[in-house]
């Protein structure tokens, strides 16, 4: 099994649940967990496989949290680590920009080397973004979870994705 860490940002404690939810799934229960707002990243060079969590705060905006950290990831080469991306977002108020800040973040690590693996559907949301989606559109960059409007859906998708993962780093 690799070496796994889990950061996110948290400021409506939403994205922390969220995390620890993953750090509780089977495969994932010796993951270390970190609020960003703990750390500085280059903790996670460390560690083979990353999950990256984060909320999108207001109009498409990167949480707070992780605002602070932001220039660091230009400072980190992930070309051999495996990373997954989760986001939060609201899909009703904000659906515009639901999960964009995943995909920013995506697209940052990316521009770094990682290898990204979690890509999630877009089946069952309603949402008008575009900066979280791969390229196909049909999929997430990573798992999207509103707990505001379908809470009720968030316990399963993450014991999915969590499956999903470990086929992918077995």
């Known amino acids: 099994m690799l070496k796994t860490c889990i950061v996110y940002g948290s400021t409506t404690r939403y994205t922390e649940r969220v995390a620890a939810k993953i750090s509780e799934c089977p495969g994932f229960e010796n993951a270390d967990l970190f609020d960003i707002e703990d ?3 280059n903790i996670v060079m460390d560690y083979d ?8 705060w207001d109009y498409g905006e990167i949480q707070s949290s992780w605002q602070n950290a932001w220039k660091q990831i230009d400072e980190l080469d992930f070309t051999h680590k495996t990373v997954a991306f989760f986001g939060l ?10 999960v964009d800040a995943m995909g920013i973040l995506h697209d940052k690590v990316i521009e770094q080397g990682a290898q990204v693996i979690g890509r999630w559907p877009i089946v069952g949301y309603e949402f008008n973004t575009k900066k979280s989606l791969m390229g196909n559109k049909k999929e997430f960059v990573g798992l999207a979870i509103d707990e505001v409007n379908q809470a009720d859906l968030t316990d399963e998708r993450i014991r999915e994705w969590c499956k999903q993962l470990l086929n992918k780093i077995k």
């Open 49 to 56: 496989f990353i999950i990256f969590g984060l909320p999108t």
């Open 39 to 41: 750390i500085t990243l």
């Open 89 to 98: 977002g609201g899909q009703l108020g904000y659906s515009e920009w639901f």
